[in-house]
């Protein structure tokens, strides 16, 4: 079992005026989903976001095969968060503050809010910069404490594979993806035969194909995976993933609409492709033995952390000390998924195919206190992002234009009800009995 040094936070200790912030927060009153009764207050609210838009991990020349003509140009490295997408992620900041401030989480006055708000990420420099951001935007004075390991160190949070946390069975995830396939990957090859069609029209123009080998000419086949992946699957549907998330990229930046797949891709031709992108994280990051290796160790101090605020008082494994009400955590696309895929959840916003993993997007665990019940806490989940043409239009979060939220139903402790709140203990049991200890670590 790996052993991680505890973070020491320092805090933001500083006044400023409150009355103008508090003007401002009318602005959003209507955006946040308030208690399901009069009286509830929100004890803790735990972020698990994606970074923002970022540029493609792969170099245009490693993409050069998988289309016909040149790939757009970039202004920042591989990998690198955009000033559009530091844009969009301080929106987000500024929606996530309006919310917590009504509900109480938050005060609105920095030297207060600067001991309540706990920021960890991944060292990435898209994760560190996206963590940064809605910390100034939480507290919004001087730059926060942003807790992340030394760059180049896989995080067993973030990285668990990588980080090599437990001994996860290869074999045993390879026959759990495959046995979704019904055995045979080239099922899923006919099944998506519409979807991928649509894209080599994109990639490759109306009737085009490609010049030489290519991944799409290839069945999809599954095997053992290498570095952060568990299972690797290559051919038609990995190749499907690495275009889509490309164009996703180059449409949500608000690139000119002439270099969004060449000028072939628009909002409705996007939504059908994420079909494709969608799909390669069910099947390699949501299917449950892969969910379970890369998502217990998140998950079970994310556990630790709600315990925590409802008894007042430290509970190992938790992330920072007691009395935070808001905990930051910045991770990728496959952290959201495995999440998903181990609880069993599932979530829809607007423009998008089930269970989508969007720059930005974020799972909420909201702890509430029932009014009245010294002892009565529920756990309210959801998932919320802005749709793909907010962050294309990066247009100001407003009442009429609040990101996307999708309250999620988790199997085995969600109730009835608009958002679905589940009580506190029926969520720790149903969430301990799907994490694996073998995959989790002592310190978050």
Not at 226 to 248: F, H, K, M, R, W
Not at 317 to 334: I, K
Not at 375 to 383: D, E, G, H, Q, W
Not at 406 to 415: A, K
């Amino acid at each position: 079992m790996i052993w991680l040094p505890r973070f020491v936070a320092n805090r933001i200790c500083a006044r400023t005026g409150v009355a103008a912030f508090a003007a401002s927060l009318l602005v959003y009153a209507s955006v946040w989903a308030g208690p399901a009764a009069s009286g509830d207050e929100l004890q803790l609210a735990i972020i698990l976001t994606r970074h923002g838009v970022r540029s493609p991990l792969k170099t245009n020349e490693a993409m050069a095969r998988l289309a016909s003509q040149p790939w757009p140009t970039w202004e920042v490295a591989p990998g690198i968060q955009t000033p559009h997408g530091n844009a969009l992620i301080a929106q987000m900041g500024d929606y996530y503050r309006a919310r917590l401030t009504e509900s109480g989480a938050l005060s609105g006055d920095p030297a207060v809010d600067g001991q309540r708000v706990f920021i960890r990420t991944d060292n990435d420099q898209r994760t560190i910069e996206t963590g940064r951001i809605i910390g100034k935007s939480l507290v919004r004075l001087g730059e926060p404490d942003v807790h992340s390991l030394a760059a180049g160190t896989a995080d067993p949070l973030f990285r668990p594979v990588r980080a090599q946390v437990g001994h996860p069975d290869k074999a045993r995830a390879v026959a759990a993806v495959l046995g979704r396939m019904g055995g045979d990957p080239r099922r899923v090859d006919r099944a998506c035969a519409t979807q991928l069609a649509q894209l080599r029209g994109i990639l490759f123009g109306p009737g085009g194909a490609p010049t030489g080998a290519s991944p799409f000419d290839e069945p999809t086949a599954v095997g053992p995976g290498e570095g952060d992946n568990l299972v690797t699957i290559s051919g038609p549907v990995y190749a499907a993933l690495q275009c889509t998330e490309s164009l996703i990229l180059e449409y949500a930046d608000g690139m000119p609409a002439s270099d969004v797949g060449w000028g072939r891709v628009d909002e409705r031709a996007l939504t059908d492709l994420l079909a494709l992108h969608e799909l390669f994280f069910d099947l390699a990051q949501r299917t449950y033995y892969p969910a379970q290796v890369g998502g217990s160790n998140l998950a079970s101090h994310i556990v630790d952390t709600l315990e925590q605020a409802a008894l007042g008082q430290p509970v190992p494994g938790a992330f920072g000390p007691s009395g935070e009400r808001v905990v930051v955590l910045v991770g990728h696309d496959t952290n959201i998924a495995n999440i998903g895929g181990l609880f069993g959840m599932g979530w829809w916003i607007p423009g998008t195919q089930a269970n989508p993993v969007v720059p930005g997007g974020a799972l909420l665990f909201e702890l509430w206190k029932r009014g009245g019940q010294q002892s009565s806490f529920y756990v309210r989940t959801s998932y919320v992002a802005q749709t793909l043409v907010q962050m294309r239009e990066a247009s100001p979060v407003s009442p009429g234009n609040a990101p996307a939220r999708s309250p999620i139903f988790v199997p085995g402790c969600s109730g009835a009800g608009p958002d679905f709140d589940a009580p506190l203990a029926s969520f720790v049991r149903m969430a301990r009995r799907v994490i694996d200890p073998a995959f989790v670590t002592e310190e978050p």
